[in-house]
Every structure is written in structure tokens, then in C-alpha cells.
């Protein structure tokens, strides 16, 4: 199975800061990488694929990259509303497999 | 609208069965694979099982391999979840998720890209 490891697993930042979230996969995946949002209580919300895709309808200010085996998530100007918890998910091989999670809390 | 809205969850004795179900809406449910997904309390995510588009094809976590299956019946734009030997380490808020596509192309898998998901249903194992 591939291992997810994420990182940080939680931050504290203030509205308008540059928020960068990273995941890192124990092989190679071939930029087959998702993020996700969670919001307690919401249908977890897609945000963007293959690395770096983004989702229509999910705002610029988020982006994807990477490749092999590191990948990050970029918040270039955080919004009261991105306060949430984000999980990055390979999809190169069954079982998928999500990183830990990294908790975005308001400062 | 497009949603997905799952059913089922309830309070179950170890040993236990349960079935949850997942309605779907406002989209072809035949077109796309649709995925099983929970939660255990205070956790991460963890993948539990897909089905294709036409429901051919189906894979578990090593997790519930054995005792849980998946299926879908197109006709009603459902997906079920047939859960069997609960245990508690199987406590968990379990959503279902559209994918993006209905099955793997030739050189990338959308049907593991989860693009729309439900807000889950509540599963307690416990005595």
C-alpha cells in the first residue's frame, strides 16, 4: 500500500497569510493526487486533481503541485471560510489512500 | 441539485449487520464508479470500497475485505453498503462519493478522483 504522509498535521495562520500544505507519497504516484476539504458537519468538498487541477467553481487562490513523490497545496491568501481541515489522497493504486490531515485554525 | 444522501447508519451489537444506503441526484449515476469512504471519530480519512460505473468491477480495504460489499442498482440511482461481523473499530461516519469518471482510462484512473460526496451516515458498534 502507499503511504500518505501529510504535514503539518495542524497550523495556526491569520486571514490573508500564504497557507502551504504538503504530502508526501512512500513511491512514486504519477501526479494521481486530490485534495479535499472537510468542514465538520459539510459533505467533504473536492478542491483539485491530477496534482494540480483545479476543480470548476473552486476559488484561484488555491493551487496545487508537485510530482513523484511530494506535493503541496498553496492557500495564497487565506479566507475566513478556508479554515478547515484538508487531506490530500493518492488515486495511482487500490487501496487508496488519504495523508493524515492538516487542521487550518485562525490565529 | 446534484447531491448524494446517505442512509442506514444506526447503534449495532458487535456480530452485527447493518445496510447503508446512498440516494443519488441531479446526475447520470450510471456514468460514474461510486466510492465508500468513513471516518472513525476524532480521525482520518479511510478509503473502504469502489464499484464501477456498470458494477462489474469492485475492490475493498483489507480492513472489511470479507465482510462488507458493495453494490449499486441503477435503476433506483442508489448505492448500497452491506456491512456484515461488525466490530467496534468499524464506529466510523461513513460517506459515499461520486467519481469523476465510471472507470479507469488508459493512462490515468478518475474513477478513484473523489468529486462529490455525501455527508455521511453514523455507524456505532458497541454493546
Known amino acids: 500500500d502507499i503511504q500518505m504522509t501529510q504535514s503539518p498535521s495542524s497550523l495556526s495562520a491569520s486571514v490573508g497569510d500564504r497557507v502551504t500544505i504538503t504530502c508526501r507519497a512512500s513511491q512514486g504516484i504519477s501526479n494521481s493526487l486530490v485534495w479535499y476539504q472537510l468542514k465538520p458537519g459539510k459533505a467533504p468538498r473536492f478542491l483539485l486533481h491530477a496534482a494540480s487541477r483545479l476543480e470548476s467553481g473552486v476559488p484561484s487562490r488555491f493551487s496545487g503541485s508537485g510530482s513523484g513523490t511530494d506535493y503541496t497545496l498553496t492557500i495564497s491568501s487565506l479566507q475566513p471560510e478556508d479554515f478547515a481541515t484538508y487531506y490530500c489522497q493518492q488515486y495511482d493504486s487500490i487501496p487508496l489512500t488519504f495523508g493524515g490531515g492538516t487542521k487550518v485554525e485562525i490565529k | 441539485e446534484v447531491e448524494l444522501l446517505e442512509s442506514g447508519g444506526a447503534l449495532v451489537q458487535p456480530g452485527g449487520s447493518l445496510r447503508l444506503s446512498c440516494a443519488a441526484s441531479?446526475?447520470?449515476?450510471?456514468?460514474?464508479?461510486m466510492n465508500w469512504v468513513r471516518q472513525a471519530p476524532g480521525k482520518g480519512l479511510e478509503w473502504v470500497s469502489i464499484i464501477t460505473d456498470r458494477g462489474d468491477i469492485t475492490k475493498y480495504a483489507d480492513s472489511v475485505k470479507g465482510r462488507f460489499t458493495i453494490s449499486r442498482d441503477n435503476s433506483r440511482n442508489t448505492l448500497y453498503l452491506q456491512m456484515n461481523s461488525l466490530r467496534a473499530d468499524d464506529t466510523a461516519l461513513y460517506f459515499c462519493?461520486?467519481?469523476?469518471?465510471?472507470?479507469?482510462?488508459?493512462?490515468?484512473?478518475?474513477?478513484?478522483?473523489?468529486?462529490?460526496w455525501g455527508q455521511g451516515t453514523l455507524v456505532t458498534v458497541s454493546s
Open positions: 462519493a461520486k467519481a469523476l469518471a465510471g472507470s479507469c482510462g488508459t493512462t490515468t484512473c478518475n474513477s478513484r478522483v473523489l468529486s462529490l
Open positions: 441531479g446526475f447520470t449515476f450510471n456514468n460514474y464508479a
